[in-house]
């Protein structure tokens, strides 16, 4: 399966690659980016690099896919969104983002995110898509539900902080029927 470009005509979802580097950069240097991500430190000059340069070959291994979020109007990068497909044997995957300051609260994220599980329910044998976020995370929270995602869990001290302290993790999950009630208009139903 390859990577090739996906958009709605708002956003589009091109592979991370190696002229990314000063992008990522300045993303992942963001201080509430760093807060959320896992762990919760800054990469590196030579992490960044090696996570640019080897999107392509993560991806091939079958492992993961890094995306830039691309504002389709302006040509410009606004985030970024990556599928991990970490348990293979069960089909599930996660997906994780960051958006730039200037591009938050205009949707974008909500679209990347539907646009990826798009994509990964249709061609690479995903059936269960997850994502989590730290429990005072309202924005990510908001973006997931209005992309279809379900809350499913709150796991204590499941997230490695800073200097050994652990943080909860409000789990979401997103299945193929889920998705597809979604965009023909059906309402998605709560389980029990």
Not at 35 to 45: D, E, K, L, M, Y
Not at 164 to 182: I, K
Request: aromatic share 6%; with cysteine.
């Amino acid at each position: 399966m390859c990577i090739r470009d996906r958009t709605d005509g708002v956003v589009t979802l091109r592979p991370l690659g190696e002229d990314d580097v000063p992008f990522y950069t300045e993303l992942h240097s963001l201080p509430d980016v760093v807060a959320t991500s896992v762990p919760p430190i800054p990469p590196g000059p030579a992490e960044v690099r090696r996570r640019c340069s080897w999107a392509a070959s993560h991806w091939l291994a079958g492992g993961r896919a890094d995306m830039i979020v691309v504002d389709t109007a302006s040509g410009l990068p606004a985030g970024e969104i990556s599928l991990y497909y970490q348990e293979p044997r069960t089909a599930q995957a996660m997906i994780g983002y960051s958006m730039m300051p200037a591009f938050r609260g205009r949707g974008l994220t909500t679209r990347a995110a539907k646009l990826i599980a798009l994509w990964a329910f249709a061609e690479t044998g995903v059936a269960r898509l997850i994502a989590g976020t730290l429990p005072d995370n309202l924005g990510s929270q908001r973006v997931l539900m209005k992309a279809g995602f379900r809350r499913e869990a709150y796991l204590r001290s499941r997230l490695p902080g800073v200097a050994g302290t652990r943080h909860d993790d409000v789990q979401f999950v997103l299945l193929a029927e889920d998705l597809l009630a979604q965009a023909s208009g059906g309402e998605l139903t709560q389980p029990g």
